[in-house]
């Protein structure tokens, strides 16, 4: 899937997707949840020093609920939309992670991220959270990769991940349904260290657009 004829869309703007302009980061829109010690804010660049012992993950396989890790996020009640941000981390340590989030309530949430393993590879991968139990997909890439872009798109209360090298080619990594995303959400950007380290999250080159995941066309819905 391409994303050429790319539109930059203002912020504050949600369903008037005819008008082209720049994407200024308004501070009054975005929200923290768990605000970090460290951060920075301008018009076109957000960058996060991740806390120590951070993290975001329910109950699955592994038996805990973590739940610290700092989430910035804009609300909104459009059914048809896409967000794209480039990101780039300087990660180093073990689990050290930055992406995309859309975080509903701690048992309700979505993430797209590239997580450290070691200095061989990474893990490109999403996890999906429902009624607090997580669920994630993975793929290996290689540790040398340092930038990535993602663009997530919502379809009423379905959801999709996908990542870019370039900003302009984007290939799918997940597509979920969200149980409590039925109308007004939060979605945005976040970065963690789930062991003792810190690193620096770079995000930049934010749109918001008309949605850029295509209706299904094949076979018809059922009726219900």
């Known amino acids: 899937m391409s994303c050429s004829g ?31 010690k460290n951060y920075s804010i301008t018009d076109d660049k957000i960058e996060i020093i991740t806390n120590p012992h951070t993290d975001l993950w329910q109950r699955t396989y592994y038996h805990f609920r973590n739940d610290n890790a700092p989430v910035l996020q804009i609300k909104t009640s459009e059914k048809f939309f896409s967000f794209i941000v ?12 930055c992406g995309i989030v859309m975080y509903l309530d701690s048992e309700n949430w979505l993430k797209g ?30 540790a040398k990769i340092k930038s990535i872009w993602y663009r997530f ?37 976040y970065a963690c260290s789930p062991e003792d380290s810190s690193f620096k999250a770079t995000f930049t080159n934010m749109e918001i657009t008309e949605c850029k995941w295509p209706s299904h066309n094949g076979q018809a819905p059922d009726e219900e």
């Open 153 to 189: 798109s919502r379809r009423l209360d379905d959801f999709c991940i996908e990542c870019s090298e370039d900003g302009i080619n984007f290939n799918q990594m997940r597509i979920c349904h969200i149980y409590k995303a039925n109308d007004e959400i939060q979605f945005g950007l």
């Open 86 to 97: 480039k990101t780039e981390f300087e990660s180093k340590v073990r689990f050290d992670q």
């Open 6 to 36: 790319k539109r930059k869309l203002r912020l504050d703007v949600r369903s008037d997707y005819e008008k082209e302009n720049p994407m200024t980061i308004n501070k009054e829109q975005w929200k923290w949840i768990r605000e970090p």
């Open 113 to 142: 991220s590239i997580e450290y393993e070691n200095e061989k590879f990474q893990h490109l991968g999403s996890v999906v959270t429902n009624n607090g139990y997580s669920d994630w997909a993975t793929t290996r890439i290689d």
